[in-house]
């Protein structure tokens, strides 16, 4: 199976700040990449697919990016509304799976 | 739009079964993959089904103890969970990828699964 490394596992942030999360794929995954946000009690929300594709509705201060088997999400502009645990998960293999999550937090 | 069935609590060694209505649609179009989170934990996929033709795919963690069924007519979806242990406690979502790749755009509201003695 195919492991997905996230790091930090969680952040320390202030409104405003530039944030970036890593995921690592234990073998190569291609650009089958995809971001969640999700906070608490509630279903995960879909940000980023194919790496770097921009789910419709989601605000573009949201970006990703792949340098071969690292992934990154980066948030331009942390807004109050985006504290909130961040999920990666490939979809390269049958066998799909998850980041352990980053929780981004209030400084 | 998923609707999950209610909150279930189960006994060690039992089992359980969720289900996920599309409501507004119709089932047999789309994948519907089953995601679970356990209380203060990440995402786990578990796997899915395709109601058209009943094919599956699990993962290989629940290989053996899960199954995943479906009523079309009802445009519902079922996972069932056998052999329950305490730490199969946890929130249940079913959810629909993209028609364009294994990413998930739909999930249901989620059904928590407590197991306990």
């Known amino acids: 199976d195919i492991q997905m490394t996230q790091s930090p596992s969680s952040l320390s942030a202030s409104v405003g700040d530039r944030v970036t999360i890593s995921c690592r794929a234990s073998?190569?995954?291609?650009?089958?990449l995809n971001w969640y946000q999700q906070k608490p009690g509630k279903a995960p929300k879909l940000l980023i697919y194919s790496a770097s594709s921009l789910q419709n509705g989601v605000p573009s201060r949201f970006s990703g990016s792949a340098s071969g088997t690292d992934f990154t999400l980066t948030i331009s502009s942390l807004q109050p509304e985006d504290f909130a645990t961040y999920y990666c998960?490939?979809?390269?293999?049958?066998?799909?799976?998850f980041g352990g999550g980053t929780k981004v937090e209030v400084k | 739009q998923l609707v999950q069935s209610g909150p279930e609590v189960k006994k060690p060694g039992a089992s359980v079964r969720v289900s996920c209505t599309a409501s507004?649609?119709?089932?047999?179009?789309?994948?519907i993959h089953w995601v679970r989170q356990a209380p203060g934990q990440g995402l786990e996929w578990m796997g899915w089904i395709y109601p058209d033709s009943g094919g599956t795919n699990y993962a290989q963690n629940f290989q053996g103890r899960v199954s995943m069924t479906r009523d079309t007519s009802i445009s519902t979806a079922f996972m069932e969970l056998r052999r329950l242990k305490s730490d199969d406690t946890a929130v249940y979502y079913c959810?629909?990828?993209?028609?364009?790749?294994?990413?998930?755009?739909?999930w249901g509201q989620g059904t928590l699964v407590t197991v306990s003695s």
């Open positions: 998960q490939q979809n390269f293999s049958p066998q799909l799976s």
């Open positions: 959810a629909t990828p993209s028609p364009y790749g294994d990413y998930f755009e739909y």
């Open positions: 507004g649609s119709t089932l047999s179009t789309y994948y």
């Open positions: 073998e190569r995954i291609s650009k089958y």
